[in-house]
């Protein structure tokens, strides 16, 4: 069991700067691939970006690329999400996620543990 706990939403204006933090406990959480994953009022969970459990691969949605930036600390069992140059289409429920094996994975089925998830807001 890998147990998740996400950090740091809130409320922002648009362009604003928002870090979000996943700490990990349980199973070693340099074994797991990260995902960050968010949901907005009335839609389906969608794919933010992911990182592999070690070095540096990381995956973005086109929605986020070149205003997010995931990153981990092993060390901290911890995944991070930099977000930047918000927009108000930004706003939603961000969950992170952890999966054993597949790595490049953009389907929320496919994770095995789900954090509880923290709601970003972006206000125009």
């Known amino acids: 069991q890998v147990q998740l706990v996400e950090s740091g939403g809130g409320l922002v204006q648009a362009g604003g700067s928002l870090r979000l933090s996943c700490a990990a406990s349980g199973r070693t959480f340099s074994g797991y691939n990260m995902g960050w994953f968010r949901q907005a009022p009335g839609k389906e969970r969608e794919f933010v970006a992911a990182i592999r459990r070690i070095g540096t691969m990381t995956q973005y949605a086109d929605s986020v690329t070149g205003r997010f930036t995931i990153s981990r600390d092993n060390a901290k069992n911890t995944v991070y999400l930099q977000m930047n140059s918000l927009k108000p289409e930004d706003t939603a429920v961000y969950y992170c996620?952890?999966?054993?094996?597949?790595?490049?994975?953009?389907?929320?089925?496919?994770?095995?543990?789900w954090g509880q998830g923290t709601q970003v807001t972006v206000s125009s």
């Open positions: 996620a952890a999966i054993a094996i597949l790595w490049g994975s953009r389907t929320a089925g496919e994770y095995d543990y």
